[in-house]
């Protein structure tokens, strides 16, 4: 199984707001040649000449330091939209248009691939089991147009649906999560952007799943294989927390980098490219917040060495 860290940059955003200054943190000190663009950095409705030049400054920042954007995701400004699951058409005409611009955004950037969670019901929708089935069959019929669009008009490769806890969200168990890319491709038809999972290891905490819906080891081993990237966060197991692999974190938290590492050499993924997605309260010191990002990447580096180590040992035997 060959393995690669990245990182996500949205644990740069407000603190480190020019190309050069986050992708050299990024690229020159920690180390990491790969990052995940988040659009909380920079909104790709902004007007299309802004977006161009912003994205002319990441490419330039990137070929000075060596790295690369290996995907677009969508960020927390945009995730409390309904977007493809809003229950009123000049909503979901809204979700579409966002991203269309997201899609745009992805291009200027150099990277083929986007990700993210496309939307969530509200309520009322979700409280009535004909709204629900509605809302359900509109938001992927969108998403299927998205998805040859991104492909026909954007040169989009793949797009990553990212899986949360909440079941207005889509689905919170394995199986229905399995399900729900299978039923997407059935729609899909072969045409247009690939569907993938992106796999989050502080998202196995529905409160109305239980078992082993509710371990995030479970579903590394179950669904890697459908899953190409794997966000890594330090997690209690109660909410999302986005929390950094420090000493003290690790402490109370429940991710365990050998026991995700042990889990995905399980599930025969071939590969698995793990992007470290960790966040701080905007009052944090931007000094702590530096540290613990390095910690985190440290943490992970050492553990994906050992795991290349413990392999290559058994290949010798």
């Not at 707001?17 to 920079?42: C, E, K, M, T, Y």
Request: proline fraction near 5%.
């Amino acid at each position: 199984m060959k393995l690669e860290l990245g990182i996500s940059a949205n644990f740069a955003i407000k603190r480190w707001a020019d190309p050069n200054d986050w992708v050299r943190l990024i690229a020159r000190d920690l180390g990491i040649g790969r990052i995940q663009f988040s659009f909380d950095q920079f909104d790709p409705r902004s007007r299309p000449e802004l977006r161009r030049a912003y994205a002319e400054r990441v490419r330039e920042a990137c070929e000075r330091y060596g790295a690369k954007i290996h995907s677009t995701f969508t960020g927390l400004s945009i995730y409390p939209h309904n977007l493809l699951y809003h229950p009123l058409p000049e909503g979901r005409e809204d979700g579409i248009d966002w991203f269309r611009n997201a899609f745009a955004m992805t291009r200027e950037l150099g990277a083929d691939a986007i990700g993210g969670p496309y939307g969530g019901m509200d309520a009322a929708t979700f409280r009535s089991p004909e709204l629900r089935e509605e809302a359900t069959r509109l938001a992927e019929e969108a998403l299927v147009g998205l998805l040859r669009e991104a492909e026909e008009v954007y040169g989009i490769r793949t797009f990553y649906w990212e899986q949360t806890p909440i079941r207005r969200e889509g689905p919170v168990g394995i199986g229905p999560t399995l399900a729900h890319l299978e039923r997407v491709e059935r729609l899909r038809g072969g045409k247009g952007a690939e569907f993938a999972l992106c796999l989050d290891v502080g998202h196995a905490i529905c409160e109305d799943a239980s078992g082993e819906d509710r371990d995030p080891y479970v579903w590394l081993e179950r669904l890697a294989p459908y899953s190409p990237i794997v966000h890594l966060q330090q997690t209690d197991g109660r909410y999302d927390r986005h929390w950094t692999f420090t000493e003290e974190n690790n402490g109370r938290g429940i991710i365990e980098a050998e026991r995700v590492l042990d889990a995905l050499r399980r599930s025969r993924a071939k590969e698995a490219f793990l992007l470290l997605e960790v966040g701080h309260p905007f009052e944090e010191n931007d000094h702590r917040v530096r540290k613990e990002v390095e910690a985190s990447v440290a943490y992970w580096r050492d553990a994906i060495r050992d795991c290349e180590r413990r392999m290559e040992e058994e290949e010798r035997r």
